[in-house]
């Protein structure tokens, strides 16, 4: 009986060279790959843009371009790193694009039911997010969502590792300085 997923132990370094060689079996081996980091990926997607559809559209262009760059022959040593890498670039060219700017004074959290005080929680740390600017949200969320070291988020954004430690450290503060008014009117969890 075959597996639905034959290359489940395959490293991932195997299967890009099987979708650069345009094997038999490059089709199975990008879904492999889609399978091990869809996740990550649309979640790091998400939370950086905050928006459900962008999210879904940058995190499709990310896999594109991922398979492209496997077909084209690009050494990719580290997949996850790659695609994290290839995610940022291409929400960086959106923001260029669209020279948004929320400013903290337009930006309106969502009230909740009490009954969920995680969720409203969740939603308020997300909204929290949306209103940093990039390169500390960035910061925070490949460190704390996506649970990458300092070092692994230096070699994706160029960022020295003293920066990086930084900006996740002022992403904390500033979360703490917006949350503060509501988690002050949170039962304890």
Not at 4 to 20: F, G, H, Q, T, W
Not at 63 to 76: E, H, Q, S
Not at 127 to 137: G, K, Q, S
């Amino acid at each position: 009986m075959a597996t639905k997923r034959p290359y489940l132990n395959s490293e991932d370094a195997k299967l890009v060279r099987m979708i650069r060689d345009a094997s038999a079996s490059s089709e199975r081996a990008f879904n492999e790959l889609n399978e091990r980091y869809s996740h990550r990926i649309y979640a790091y997607c998400l939370r950086v843009l905050g928006n459900e559809s962008e999210a879904q559209d940058l995190f499709q262009e990310t896999f594109i371009r991922f398979y492209k760059a496997c077909c084209n022959g690009t050494d990719i040593r580290n997949v996850v790193s790659y695609l994290l890498k290839t995610a940022r670039n291409l929400y960086l060219n959106i923001q260029r694009d669209r020279k948004l700017n929320v400013p903290v004074e337009d930006y309106h959290l969502v009230e909740h039911s009490n009954r969920y005080e995680k969720e409203e929680l969740l939603e308020l740390i997300a909204a929290a997010l949306e209103v940093l600017n990039f390169p500390l949200r960035e910061a925070f969320v490949l460190r704390h969502y996506q649970q990458l070291s300092y070092r692994e988020i230096a070699d994706i954004t160029g960022d020295s590792v003293d920066v990086l430690k930084f900006r996740v450290w002022s992403a904390k503060e500033k979360i703490k300085t917006i949350l503060a008014p509501y988690l002050n009117d949170l039962p304890v969890l």
